[in-house]
């Protein structure tokens, strides 16, 4: 493994860690002593990683001399300084351990190899390459009940040429410790080519034709109440796993009576999301058309809020988190038609008249029974008399 490239140079090619020692260069009478340190950077995985595993790094170092102390610096592709925690230090072989990893750390990273005695500045540079999802940790989804919605994951594989195939699922379910329905599973060629397949039924959804590579989309063109919950996304590679969640929340709105609002009456308006919500989430009713303020706000985190409404206009229910309106839902309350309120003042005034007539009746038809009943009891009263006198007439 060594060649004499001139006179004075020797190279040696493919270094290991046994290669280290003292080197003497002979001319003459002369002897020139060189001592060779060779140091070893590994990293777990061969730098292939997924998100939020944590990447261990192994300096070993050999040298003819006693070995130095050495201190580490390491850098991440953004070139910001990231402290490691040293696990095990026995100056010949380093271990050190590094946070999780997040996708967009992916790149070149560089370790940083110092010591006064013997003097020694050494930059190391390896590969790292980090296999996730580019959306947040925990991303929230917001629907109107009937509307459309697409829920996408980004893959980062494009981004960062990633050369090995790895597969994948996607799951949902309504809520924690439910059952879990899979959608979809997908494989990705070495190549990077996303190949998807339906898995399920149990929910109308669709996959877009038209995406940008590396995404996993889901659309629902007409969204239920029961198809909120947590879609989540997951990964796989070399029997390691990485997920992205994502928690649909849908938001649906009903009146009690439904119809038309008649001249005084009331109809209740009812708000409810699908929740959980965020701890600084609220719902809040507004009267849009409406000359004065008229809002009405629940307590944070609460899912369902009703308001009863005597006026007739446009009505929204916004779901606000942290100052900002998510979504909105608006329902018009529509006020019934001149001649609708006509026939109802009508017929309560026909009604009224005709069950006054009807007592009217009622107590003509009783004055005339009594009259009737007293008229024949006297008619019987004077037969009874007139018997009586002729009996009398017969006995004198």
């Given at each position: 493994r060594s060649d004499i490239k001139t006179q004075y140079k020797l190279s040696v090619r493919d270094?290991?860690?046994?290669?280290?020692?003292?080197?003497?260069?002979?001319?003459g009478t002369h002897k020139v002593h060189t001592s060779l340190h060779i140091v070893n950077l590994t990293i777990s995985l061969d730098g292939h990683f997924l998100q939020?595993?944590?990447?261990?790094?192994?300096?070993?170092?050999?040298s003819p001399s006693p070995l130095p102390d050495l201190s580490i610096t390491l850098f991440d592709s953004n070139n910001n300084r990231v402290t490691p925690e040293i696990q095990n230090k026995n100056l010949q072989e380093y271990i050190v351990n590094l946070k999780k990893l997040k996708t967009m750390e992916s790149g070149t990273w560089v370790c940083q190899i110092h010591s006064d005695s013997p003097l020694i500045n050494q930059n190391i540079s390896f590969a790292v390459k980090?296999?996730?999802?580019?959306?947040?940790?925990?991303?929230?989804?917001?629907?109107?009940?009937?509307?459309?919605?697409?829920?996408?994951?980004h893959l980062n594989s494009q981004k960062i040429k990633w050369k090995k195939g790895f597969t994948g699922q996607l799951?949902?379910?309504?809520?924690?410790?439910?059952?879990?329905?899979?959608?979809?599973?997908?494989?990705?060629?070495p190549e990077g080519q996303l190949h998807e397949t339906k898995k399920s039924n149990s929910l109308l959804f669709e996959i877009p034709e038209s995406k940008s590579e590396s995404t996993i989309d889901v659309k629902?063109?007409?969204?239920?109440?029961?198809?909120?919950?947590?879609?989540?996304?997951?990964?796989?590679?070399?029997?390691?796993?990485?997920?992205?969640?994502?928690?649909?929340?849908?938001?649906?709105?009903?009146?009690?009576?439904?119809?038309?609002?008649?001249?005084g009456a009331s109809v209740t308006l009812t708000c409810q999301v699908s929740g959980p919500l965020a701890p600084d989430a609220y719902l809040s009713w507004e009267h849009v058309n409406s000359t004065k303020m008229d809002i009405k706000n629940s307590k944070q985190r609460e899912v369902?809020?009703?308001?009863?409404?005597?006026?007739?206009?446009?009505?929204?229910?916004?779901?606000?988190e942290n100052s900002d309106k998510k979504i909105s839902f608006h329902y018009h309350?529509?006020?019934?038609?001149?001649?609708?309120?006509?026939?109802?003042?009508?017929?309560?005034?026909?009604?009224?008249?005709?069950?006054?007539?009807?007592?009217?009746l009622c107590i003509i038809s009783g004055v005339s029974w009594q009259r009737r009943r007293q008229r024949a009891k006297r008619m019987a009263q004077a037969r009874q008399h007139l018997l009586e006198n002729k009996t009398c007439q017969c006995q004198q």
């Open positions: 270094l290991k860690l046994s290669d280290a020692g003292i080197y003497t260069c002979e001319y939020n595993e944590v990447p261990e790094l192994i300096l070993t170092q050999n980090v296999l996730g999802f580019q959306n947040p940790d925990l991303e929230r989804k917001y629907a109107t009940v009937d509307s459309t919605v697409i829920l996408s994951w799951n949902w379910k309504q809520q924690e410790g439910a059952e879990s329905h899979e959608l979809l599973d997908f494989n990705v060629t629902l063109p007409k969204v239920h109440f029961n198809h909120s919950g947590q879609y989540q996304c997951q990964l796989e590679y070399e029997r390691r796993h990485a997920q992205s969640k994502i928690e649909l929340v849908v938001m649906k709105v009903s009146a009690n009576p439904a119809g038309p609002l008649s001249r369902k809020l009703e308001v009863n409404v005597s006026t007739a206009g446009l009505w929204s229910c916004h779901l606000i309350v529509e006020e019934a038609s001149v001649w609708i309120n006509n026939v109802i003042i009508g017929a309560s005034i026909g009604g009224s008249l005709l069950a006054f007539a009807l007592g009217c």
